[in-house]
């Protein structure tokens, strides 16, 4: 049965049938599971298959979705949505379906294409796995799951995807679950990502409240009219699904189980980093952004800071720092994943939806590539390994793929002007300026700092400086060549080298069960197999090509164009500031606009048009150049830090070589970052712990004690009050009156002697028999 | 009322019976015989079930089908008065698939202590019992279903529990019989405060509003202390983890599945409608009971060190949540909780199934002792994942509908309850959820990742060998009692499997059965109160 209002006319079929796209990938799942393990390939041709196809369909439906936009001549694009009834309630009903608009569609394009590249790199990375089959179902769900929470016409279906999302990371991540690390990983992910997840069914609940109904389109439409009955309440919804994203997409406080999350095979670390699952947190708010921005009332005059920027900007610092002490490959590519989500919350925090967005595209492509990247490293090069102090080191001579797909990759994280995330960063960064969020402007670009600083001392040891450990065996740089043939025996042992980690948190290993048997020394003459490289080429070309799409700098806005309907919200025209970037910050400009709007601010029922977002500020050099200043800051002091550090080179930052032994201020702040800044030892030793030891223990004595006390102790009392009827009425009254009477002498005592036999049925005869006497004596009082 | 098609129900509710009357004719030796007929005979009455579930109609849903008014017991002016309508006709096919499963999983899964011809027997008059419950339409045919259920548990309890089952069949007697007395004193005062004219439901439910206020709340005290008993609500659950962890497999599954939703079923179907004003007052009660119950029963679970009294708390919570839907006195709510007993029934009776065969295999549920269930009985281990899964509400599968839209409408309950109030217990209900998966996957990687307890491991075969044994797929048979899940057991257990998944992809099969009806009594509560 189809709900109401469904005008799909002329969508076009893809548009028409993008349901089809999550639904696919989803079928197969069931497939996998079901015939996989008698596939000649494990079930990994289904899951690609369905990849493709998905791919296929959605590539399709953006087609359509580019020929809508451009044929609308200027007027607001509508979304393509429709709707099956899934559940009622009350009457109500309850859809699922799909809600087609031009976000939807890219992150739709975004999680096929990159989960068909990572299918296929998997193909070879996960090459042997006694869980192989299961491991492609798992992640065809996983990318399921994406596609439906993204297709969400409503809440409950954009719940249903979330947590499909939250199963399917728990059985990656813990997919070697022999190891308890590893399913300690898992159970953190799930659970942290779960503590957030109150968040979002409370804030369901009150978007149904205000709203009543729980269609997105519709919840954002009234936002925007302002028609709602209390802003408190909308505040709250907001709150709470931001709570919500905060622990999907890593944000400061709940980032902690992303790098434990690494526990899993590297494939999987890079399809959760770059387009689902933690993208997940940063496109609910996109998605949702009417009931965001006029909720927490982003950029109303005169704000300084709300909640999402203030999150956004801490997030952005603290990973990047943390990013810094890593010695675990993935780990400082998590570090960097949370601190870039960092940078497309702040975005949205601050107005710049289209920039946030076009982060989470541009993001997706030289994130995954690092992944990916790194993952070949460890598959050809370092034995598994991930630490790069320990097993990397001057690969960059025998990986030339992997190593150019990384630099191409950093440098467009890094935000290196004419790659992709130059133009999604820096559009970011100028918007918090243009908005007037100066706070967040200076995070912007000092976050920009610490990404090149962390990315360069971790591109200098894993490809520059002398290998070492894994690296330098498959370097033939070791000083022990002539084990050549023990190569097998040796990778045997790759378990034990862990062992000789002094600082267990501090490496990282995909630990592959079976040892890798029978590969040739070295792995690859040059580089890893294709269907690795293959996937890395095409990201790395992504990271520079993908930019362009939306590229200010160079006058490209197409993006922003196909997407500006989905925000929901009018974009405000520049005023006086569109073309001088200076004139924002004059205290004379925030103060003619204050008298303007605040009157509007203030009654939100009426006017709708008091709800905009601030168009994406017009790009100038001039406005870049102090964050590409930094930027380069950043690489020199990193570079000549590195070179200092791991090199042994002297130079003019040598002098800080051991600054944290010699220096407490910097040790503490070193090993406060180490330890990452305690918030595991509050999460782990203190709540979870004290909840699951102290406090259900106490519990459960309570209960033991306390109610199941009074529940024992008055069947005991009873008994007792049987035996004294017994010993006293029965036996000395009654059968002592009946004896003397001389009547039949035992009747009595036999039929009152079951009182203290301790026979159940006797006992409820006794207590049926007290109900009835009360029931009695309420009659009598009641007729 | 419907009266068409009125032999239904009756046939449906009492052919157990007939398999009994034959079964006491044959001699307990011939167990094989035994298991036939009580196969034979609950799967005839899951057709008549599934009979009904054809003829029922749809589109009317609200109104009281295949109704049948007969004389009964005139002296009390009782009549035999029964009918299916949206709200009890889940619950009625639910406890005749429950039953028929059980049988099957009987075959060949005996309790310890033998005797399956009178184990079964029992099982069959249970079904009666339960199944007239759903049906009756008087107060005085519901009232002794009701506590017809009652002795066979306890002997099923206690003859065929585990080493403290004389206790808990004891307790769980009692506490019911305490529960259920106070019921009747409700009964017995609403009946004579109505008129003494009937005790039909729809003459209690036209008459009953009209109480008087006060009145309505104290008779509608006496109801909630039976039926809460029954639920069972925090403070009167500590019958439940004895009762459960002492109980057969089979009898722990039937309690779960379908015994403590009669607790729930009296709720919505008699004490709301009936006593509305009692109801209103006594709703934020409820609600602040259930969610004790839901937090306390999570911190109760993870406490437990047996794995069957953990899934027993995990009752406790789970039936908070069914209650405080109850509570909203909204259709959300109230449909919530209809679906959540449902789902319930099916999740937990799962993983005390599970929960069963473990124990047969292991002769232990000691949560320390158990371990790699994955890598000895994968398929036994994922199914256990499954079902923690299902547990703790994911959506996509039964239990999620069950607990989500009981927040949504916890949000803004029926007109008149407290808001504040039920804003706050909504949003505690929803950290109950983190708890529920706190222990749920706790459990989960603590008895079924990892590598097996060197205890179960044959000796022939070295522990450390045995990842890349598993690999080889041939972790059926290292050891003589542990091996996989077997045909018997996916017979039993693959329709609860297949029900989860397709409830929670398709809610909709549920809710739209039930809607109408809860819409209706939502209606009638809201119309008695002034």
């Not at chain 2, 839209?405 to 808001?419: C, D, H, K, Q, R």
Request: proline residues 4%; hydrophobic residues 50%; aromatic residues 12%.
């Amino acid at each position: 049965m189809l709900l109401a209002a469904q005008e799909t006319a002329a969508a076009g079929w893809f548009l028409e049938n993008a349901w089809l796209i999550p639904l696919i990938p989803f079928v197969a799942f069931f497939v996998i599971l079901l015939f996989g393990k008698k596939m000649p390939r494990g079930g990994s041709e289904v899951g690609i298959a369905s990849m493709v196809a998905a791919l296929v369909v959605a590539a399709g439906a953006a087609y359509q979705w580019i020929d809508r936009v451009d044929s609308s001549h200027g007027e607001e694009v509508e979304p393509v949505i429709r709707q099956w009834v899934w559940w009622q309630s009350g009457g109500t009903r309850f859809g699922i379906g799909e809600h087609i608009d031009g976000l939807a569609i890219v992150v739709l394009l975004l999680v096929a294409f990159i989960s068909t590249l990572v299918q296929i790199y998997s193909t070879e990375y996960v090459k042997g796995d006694r869980r192989y089959t299961h491991y492609f179902a798992s992640i065809t769900l996983f990318s399921a799951g994406m596609l439906i929470m993204v297709l969400a016409p409503n809440m409950v279906q954009l719940i249903l995807g979330w947590e499909i999302m939250g199963l399917t990371s728990f059985l990656l991540i813990g997919h070697w679950w022999e190891e308890k690390a590893n399913s300690e990983a898992a159970l953190k992910a799930f659970w942290t990502v779960r503590v957030g997840d109150v968040g979002l069914l409370v804030g369901t609940a009150v978007l149904l409240g205000i709203f009543g109904t729980l269609d997105i389109k519709g919840i954002n439409d009234s936002a925007a009219a302002g028609q709602f009955g209390s802003h408190n309440a909308l505040m709250w919804a907001a709150i709470a699904l931001f709570i919500a994203c905060i622990g999907k997409s890593g944000q400061f406080p709940l980032h902690t189980w992303l790098p434990d999350a690494m526990a899993g095979p590297t494939p999987v670390s890079s399809l959760l980093h770059s387009s689902t699952m933690v993208v997940a947190g940063v496109y609910l708010v996109a998605r949702l952004y009417p009931v965001f921005h006029v909720g927490l009332e982003i950029n109303a005059v005169g704000q300084t800071f709300n909640l999402i920027a203030v999150i956004g900007g801490i997030t952005v610092i603290v990973a990047a720092a943390l990013a810094f002490v890593q010695n675990d490959i993935k780990k400082v590519l998590a570090y960097s994943t949370v601190s870039q989500l960092g940078y497309m919350m702040m975005g949205l925090g601050v107005g710049a939806w289209t920039a946030s967005v076009f982060h989470i595209f541009t993001h997706a492509f030289f994130k995954c590539c690092l992944f990916l990247a790194a993952g070949s490293i460890s598959y050809t090069a370092s034995h598994h390994s991930f630490d790069m102090k320990k097993d990397m080191g001057g690969l960059w001579k025998k990986m030339p793929i992997t190593f150019g797909a990384w630099m191409v990759s950093t440098a467009a994280l890094a935000g290196i002007p004419f790659f992709s995330g130059f133009f999604s960063k820096d559009e970011i960064i100028d918007s918090a300026k243009h908005a007037d969020y100066t706070i967040f402007y200076l995070v912007g670009i000092v976050g920009a700092f610490m990404t090149i600083a962390y990315m360069t001392r971790a591109t200098y040891l894993v490809f520059f400086g002398t290998p070492r450990g894994g690296a330098a065996h498959f370097m033939g740089v070791e000083h022990g060549l002539e084990h050549r043939d023990d190569h097998a025996h040796e990778t045997l042992g790759h378990d034990d080298h862990s062992d000789d980690h002094a600082d267990q948190s501090d490496h990282g290993h995909d630990d592959h069960p079976e040892p890798v048997r029978g590969r040739p020394f070295p792995f690859a003459k040059y580089d890893s197999p294709w269907k690795i490289t293959a996937p890395l080429l095409i990201l790395g070309t992504l990271a520079v090509g993908s930019g362009y799409l939306n590229a200010p700098a160079v006058g490209v806005h197409w993006f922003e164009h196909q997407t500006e309907s989905s925000i929901g919200l009018p974009l405000a025209e520049h005023e006086a500031d569109g073309d001088n970037a200076e004139q924002v910050s004059s205290e004379h400009a925030v103060d003619e606009s204050v008298g303007a709007e605040d009157v509007g601010a203030a009654e939100h029922a009426a006017d709708s048009a008091i709800y905009s977002v601030p168009e994406p500020p017009k790009f100038a050099w001039g406005a870049a150049a102090p964050g590409l200043l930094l930027v380069l800051a950043g690489f020199l002091v990193s570079l000549f830090l590195s070179l200092a550090v791991f090199g042994k080179r002297k130079n003019v930052l040598s002098p800080l070589v051991g600054i944290t032994e010699r220096n407490k201020l910097f040790g503490a702040g070193h090993r406060f970052l180490v330890n990452k800044l305690y918030l595991d030892h509050l999460y782990e030793k203190v709540i979870v712990h004290g909840v699951a030891y102290p406090v259900s223990k106490a519990a459960y004595w309570f209960n033991q004690n306390i109610i199941d006390g009074v529940v024992d102790g008055a069947g005991r009392s009873t008994k007792r009050t049987g035996e004294w009827v017994y010993r006293n009425i029965d036996q000395r009254l009654v059968d002592g009156a009946v004896n003397a009477s001389g009547m039949v002498a035992n009747e009595s005592g036999h039929a009152l002697q079951p009182v203290q036999s301790g026979k159940v049925n006797h006992y409820g005869a006794l207590l049926f028999g007290a109900a009835a006497v009360g029931a009695i004596v309420l009659i009598l009082l009641n007729v | 009322m419907d009266y068409s098609n009125n032999a239904l129900l009756t046939i449906g509710t009492f052919l157990p019976l007939v398999g009994v009357l034959i079964m006491m004719f044959i001699p307990g030796s011939d167990e094989r015989a035994h298991k036939q007929i009580a196969i034979i005979t609950s799967g005839a009455t899951l057709a008549v079930g599934i009979y009904t579930l054809i003829q029922f109609d749809y589109g009317n849903s609200a109104t009281l089908q295949f109704a049948v008014n007969e004389e009964w017991i005139e002296v009390i002016k009782s009549n035999y008065i029964i009918g299916l309508d949206g709200i009890s006709l889940p619950l009625y096919v639910l406890s005749m698939a429950v039953t028929f499963l059980v049988a099957v999983y009987t075959w060949n899964n005996v309790p310890d202590a033998g005797n399956p011809k009178a184990f079964l027997m029992l099982m069959l008059v249970l079904q009666v019992g339960m199944a007239g419950s759903f049906i009756a339409q008087d107060l005085i045919l519901f009232f002794v279903f009701f506590e017809l259920v009652l002795l066979p548990m306890y002997f099923m309890i206690g003859v065929w529990g585990g080493e403290d089952r004389q206790y808990a069949s004891l307790k769980f007697f009692l506490y019911t019989m305490f529960g259920s007395a106070l019921m009747l004193v409700a009964f017995l005062a609403l009946f004579f405060q109505t008129g003494a004219e009937s005790f039909s439901f729809e003459h209690l439910m036209a008459a009953g509003a009209l109480i008087d206020h006060d009145v309505q709340v104290w008779i509608f005290a006496g109801m909630f202390i039976g039926f809460a008993v029954k639920v069972p609500m925090f403070p009167f659950h500590t019958w439940l983890p004895d009762a459960h962890t002492q109980a057969p497999t089979q009898g722990s599954v039937i309690l779960a599945a379908i015994l403590l939703k009669l607790g729930t079923y009296g709720f919505v179907r008699i004490a709301l409608p009936m006593l509305p004003q009692g109801a209103h007052e006594w709703a934020p009660v409820i609600g602040i009971l259930a969610v004790i119950g839901i937090i306390y029963g999570a911190l109760g679970c993870l406490a437990q060190t047996d794995m069957k009294r953990l899934i027993a708390f995990s009752s406790v919570a789970h039936m908070g949540f069914v209650m405080l839907g109850i509570s909203t006195l909204t259709t959300f709510g109230i449909n919530a909780a209809l679906f959540g007993m449902v789902a319930h029934g099916l999740i937990t009776g799962m993983l005390f199934f599970v929960a069963g065969s473990i124990k047969h295999r292991y002769h232990t549920l000691e949560i320390k002792r158990l371990s790699g269930l994955l890598i000895q009985m994968p398929k036994m281990g994922w199914i256990l994942g499954f079902a923690a899964m299902a547990s703790l509400g994911l959506p996509g599968l039964a239990g999620f509908w069950g607990e989500f839209p009981v927040i949504l409408a916890a949000y803004s309950p029926a007109f008149g309850v407290n808001e504040a109030l039920f804003r706050t217990l909504m949003v505690i209900a929803a950290m109950g959820t983190v708890l529920a998966a706190g222990y749920l996957l706790w459990l989960f990687q603590r008895t079924a990742m990892g590598d097996p307890n060197p205890e179960f491991v044959s000796h022939d075969e070295p522990a450390q060998s045995l990842s890349a044994a598993a690999n080889h797929g041939a972790d059926a048979d290292h050891h003589d009692e542990i091996h996989d899940v077997t045909i018997v057991e996916w017979i039993a257990w693959m329709p609860f499997l297949v029900a989860i998944v397709v409830f929670g992809v398709y809610p909709q099969l549920m809710f739209k059965v039930m809607d109408p009806a809860v819409i209706q009594l939502v209606e009638r509560v809201g119309n008695g109160i002034p």
